[in-house]
């Protein structure tokens, strides 16, 4: 069985510091690795994904994570944050094996509050 | 914590017949869900946005009318999958937005089958 865990579940950062928002997982087999991000009163977005290849991986809005093996981590970083990073991330692994529809574990979130 | 029941977690169902996907709350009050496809492989992919007692929104290119939801009360949302076929197969899952700020928290997700 899979699980994900995001040690933090709210981080306060002050705007323009860095961040740094963990996740470890637990697994099997092989997994895709997701972050995603949820602005108040609207659904999920996909940041990033690590299927493959270079264990770091560039998303969108400065966003990245590097995937480490040996530490089952994909940590979400980003080195200058806005005020508009405000919102709730999401860490999710899927086993992605072949045949599978590729159903997707969840974290529990981190809440980051980008303060003035 | 906070749970969201998604039923049934798998179904497999003939082409042309329809489907209910339910979406419940069991300890807390939700204002908005949310409800995502998953393809094999791929990251999740938002069809639509539901509040309590009003019209869901859905995204682009989501038929409304193959992917009914109601929204009738603060713990339940459905999905109804109509007049499946086999490319509607796939993983569904929901979300729902606690309503006095506890977080989002996702359901099981409901793999379906149409064969």
């Known amino acids: 069985a899979q699980s994900v865990t995001q040690l933090d579940s709210q981080v306060p950062v002050f705007e323009e510091a860095p961040v740094e928002l963990r996740c470890n997982y637990s697994?099997?087999?092989?997994?895709?690795l997701f972050w995603y991000v949820q602005y108040p009163n609207q659904g999920l977005q996909l940041l990033l994904k690590?299927?493959?290849?270079?264990?770091l991986v560039k998303g969108i809005n400065g966003f990245e994570a590097e995937f480490n093996k040996s530490q089952s981590s994909f940590h979400l970083r980003k080195p200058s944050v806005h005020i508009s990073d405000t919102a709730e991330y999401f860490c999710?692994?899927?086993?992605?094996?072949?045949?599978?529809?590729?159903?997707?574990?969840f974290g529990k979130g981190t809440k980051l509050s980008v303060k003035p | 914590g906070a749970v969201v029941s998604q039923h049934p977690s798998r179904v497999i169902c003939k082409s042309g017949t329809s489907v209910k996907i339910e979406c419940r709350s069991l300890?807390?009050?939700?204002?908005?869900m949310f409800w995502y496809r998953q393809f094999p492989k791929q990251s999740l992919m938002l069809m639509a946005t539901?509040?309590?007692?009003?019209?869901?929104?859905?995204e682009q290119g989501v038929e409304k009318d193959k992917f009914l939801i109601n929204h009738a009360s603060l713990t339940l949302s459905t999905l109804t999958v109509t007049s499946a076929h086999p490319e509607d197969s796939s993983f569904y899952i929901c979300?729902?937005?606690?309503?006095f700020g506890q977080g989002t928290f996702f359901g099981q997700g409901t793999r379906l089958t149409v064969v």
């Open positions: 979300s729902a937005r606690a309503l």
């Open positions: 697994s099997s087999v092989s997994v895709y």
């Open positions: 690590y299927l493959s290849g270079s264990t």
């Open positions: 999710a692994v899927s086993d992605g094996s072949l045949g599978s529809q590729g159903n997707l574990i």
């Open positions: 300890d807390f009050q939700a204002t908005t």
């Open positions: 539901s509040n309590e007692g009003s019209k869901a929104t859905y």
